[in-house]
Every structure is written in C-alpha cells, then in structure tokens.
C-alpha cells in the first residue's frame, strides 16, 4: 500500500485494563504502524482510554476495532462520536449493508472505513443458517466488492482470502489480515494461520498480530522482529 507507514503490523492490544494496553503500545510503538483498539476495550475504557494508549505511541495509527451494524443513522451518529479520536480505521460490518457503510464513510471522512465481511468464526453451516448460500468464499467476494463500491478504503480478510479479495477490488483498497502467526509461535485460538511473509505475498497490507507480540517476554523485540525472523530468542 503506498504511502503507509512501515513496518505494515498492527498490534492488537487485546489488554485487560487501560494502564497495560498503555504499557504494551510504549514497548510495541516504535516498531509497528498501528495499534487496533476493540470493542471490549472501548466500552470499557472510553474515549479517554484510546486517548492515553495513542499518546504514548504517538506516531502510531490508531485502528478501533468497533464493527459496528446497525441502521445508517446510527452508525453514523456512532462515527461521528468517535471522530474527535481522529482513528484512522474504524470497522464496520459489510452485512449492514450499501447504505450504512456509505453512512459511516460519510461521517468519518478522514478514516479508512474498514469492512468486515464474514466472520472467520462462522462455519459453511452458519453461514447457510443465516440465509447466505453459497459458498463463504461467494459470500467473502460479494461483500467485499459492495464495501469498496459504498466508500470502504480497506476490508478485512483472512490471509487465506486476501489473494481473491485483492483480485476483485484492486490495488487502492487496503487489506487487513488478522489470524497471522510467525513460524514456531503457538496458533492460540486461531485455526487456519500464515505467516507474515505468506500474508504479505498473498496481497495482504497490514498484518493484525496480538498474542504473539503482546504475549512475549520482550514485546518490543518480538514487534521488531515479526517480519525478519519469527520468535525472539
Ligand atoms: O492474538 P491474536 O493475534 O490472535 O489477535 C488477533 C486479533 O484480530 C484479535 O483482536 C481478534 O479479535 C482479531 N480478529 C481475528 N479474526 C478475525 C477478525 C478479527 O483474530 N476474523
């Protein structure tokens, strides 16, 4: 992706209170793009929260992982609530469909409206319970290409999508992939995992990786080393 700061990894700072996630972006900062915030830390710790995490890893961008749905009044009143936060992603689900994502991207100009299109957790016979037929590699494609066409800057996909995802959105759309490991690291509740390199080759521009950094004994050189050779010692 031109223009994006390097290295492309966004550290999911999946923390149990305020004061560790500030802890894990000092350590991870200087050595990775973007911090991603979600839902569970949000409600938890508000505006002021994501505030105290971007400030002490200032040259970071911050990714709020909200997956919001809902109708396209109250995304965008929900945008607009966190556009003094100035992030720089903000999630959205696909299945809200055309209207609510173009709402979102209207309300937050400025951010990489990011869509979700299927959730990796829903099986084929999830999908099918909720009436999308087809295979989830249709229904991944389909929603894809209605979030592009609706405003979406960047979706997010499995590494093991992203090559079909970029093939039918082009190159401006970034593609972020979450469920990466480096070799060695353990695969904690992900299943079907790459590697950065895998991803990254695959298409993929940013890499979302929690555990493997956050979990470390040594954050800073885990962040440091994800793309050049896996594990610190
Ligand atoms: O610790 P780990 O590297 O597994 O963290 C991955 C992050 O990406 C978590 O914040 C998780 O919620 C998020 N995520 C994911 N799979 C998706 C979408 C988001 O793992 N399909």
Redesign the pocket.
């Known amino acids: 992706m031109k223009g994006f700061r390097t290295p492309p990894i966004a550290v999911?700072l999946?923390a149990p209170d305020v004061s560790t996630a500030v802890l894990w972006a000092t350590d991870v900062g200087p050595h990775v793009s973007t911090l991603?915030l979600?839902l569970q830390f949000y409600l938890a710790a508000g505006a002021e929260g994501v505030r105290r995490v971007a400030a002490a890893a200032p040259d970071c961008r911050i990714f709020l992982?909200l997956k919001l749905h809902d109708i396209p009044n109250t995304v965008a009143g929900a945008c607009g609530a966190v556009a003094d936060l100035a992030p720089d992603f903000v999630t959205v689900h696909s299945l809200g469909g055309s209207a609510m994502v173009s709402a979102a991207v209207e309300a937050l100009p400025d951010t990489r409206i990011t869509a979700?299109t299927v959730?990796?957790s829903m099986s084929p016979a999830d999908l099918r319970a909720v009436g999308l037929e087809g295979s989830p590699a249709d229904s991944v494609l389909r929603l894809a290409e209605l979030s592009v066409r609706a405003g979406a800057r960047a979706l997010?996909c499995?590494p093991h999508e992203v090559a079909q995802v970029r093939a039918v959105v082009g190159g401006d759309v970034v593609l972020v992939t979450?469920?990466?490991r480096p070799p060695g690291a353990a695969l904690?509740?992900?299943k079907r995992v790459s590697t950065p390199q895998q991803a990254l080759s695959d298409g993929a521009d940013l890499l979302?990786?929690?555990?493997?950094i956050t979990g470390a004994d040594d954050r800073a050189a885990a962040a440091a080393r994800l793309l050049t050779g896996g594990l610190p010692e």
Do not use: E, M
């Open positions: 999911a999946d991603k979600g992982d979700v959730l990796t997010v499995s979450p469920g990466v904690g509740d992900q979302v990786v929690g555990r493997p």
